[in-house]
């Protein structure tokens, strides 16, 4: 599967901002879709991610209450809505699939195949 990510940009500190990662090459029902950052300096971290078919998310501890994952999948597109921004919010995102993870696996990216190719959101204070 290829994943383009887009929606990136610069925002003020408490505003929002929705990222979409469009999809492309096929997608199944096993597979896990998620969200993925890097901030300067500091290794890449998993935000929130969720089977393609649906069910649970899991979050990152930072951004619960806050960020949101959604699909669409007439059109193929994951989404990653972003209230409350703080500054240290600021990284490129990525969105990443993986097939046949489990649980244990969710925050590794490790364990994905395909990565988008990355969209700045900067949030200034």
């Known amino acids: 599967v290829q994943l383009q990510a887009s929606g990136g940009g610069l925002v003020q500190a408490g505003s929002s901002l929705r990222l979409s990662c469009a999809t492309s090459?096929?997608?199944?029902?096993?597979?896990?879709m998620s969200w993925f950052r890097q901030a300067p300096g500091k290794e890449r971290e998993f935000v929130v991610g969720?089977?393609?078919?649906?069910?649970?998310?899991r979050s990152a501890d930072s951004v619960k209450s806050r960020f949101t994952i959604s699909k669409d999948r007439a059109k193929k597109t994951m989404y990653l809505q972003m209230n409350s921004l703080k500054s240290e919010d600021t990284a490129v995102y990525y969105c990443?699939?993986?097939?046949?993870?489990?649980?244990?696996?969710?925050?590794?990216?490790?364990?994905?195949?395909?990565w988008g190719q990355g969209t700045l959101v900067t949030v200034s204070s």
């Open positions: 969720s089977r393609w078919s649906g069910g649970s998310a």
């Open positions: 090459g096929g997608t199944s029902s096993s597979d896990v």
């Open positions: 990443a699939a993986g097939s046949g993870l489990i649980a244990s696996s969710l925050m590794d990216p490790g364990k994905y195949s395909s």
